[in-house]
């Protein structure tokens, strides 16, 4: 089994960026796909993007809109989400979450994704 601790959320101004890193033990690494999800209060939790061991990506564009990138290095067993433009409704609890790679397809939906980090709180004031 993975575990996987994600750090790097906090506080920032409305434009600002942050930068998620989420590090994975336990597992072989590149035997995942890693997933980036994002719950705010009382609502679901959301995908935002995800990579697989190859580096193929697949992003929730309508969120995004190519402000966030997913990227991941094999050699430190890390994945990273780095998040650009923020704005106020970003703010939520971001959680790094993993797949095995059975199919080759990199998964969004988070039924799909078995072992899950504790979160980190990202908030984004106007």
């Known amino acids: 089994q993975v575990q996987l601790v994600e750090s790097g959320g906090g506080l920032v101004q409305a434009g600002g960026s942050l930068r998620l890193s989420c590090a994975a033990s336990?597992?072989?690494?590149?035997?995942?796909?890693l997933g980036w999800f994002r719950q705010a209060p009382g609502k679901e939790r959301d995908f935002v993007a995800a990579i697989g061991w190859s580096g193929a990506r697949v992003y929730d564009t309508e969120s995004v809109k190519g402000r966030f990138t997913i990227s991941r290095d094999n050699a430190k067993n890390t994945v990273f989400l780095q998040m650009n433009s923020l704005k106020p409704e970003d703010t939520a609890v971001y959680y790094c979450?993993?797949?095995?790679?059975?199919?080759?397809?990199?998964?969004?939906?988070?039924?799909?994704?078995?072992?899950w980090g504790q979160g980190t709180q990202v908030t984004v004031s106007s």
């Open positions: 336990g597992g072989t690494f590149t035997s995942y796909n």
């Open positions: 979450a993993a797949a095995s790679d059975y199919s080759g397809n990199v998964p969004s939906s988070r039924y799909e994704y078995a072992y």
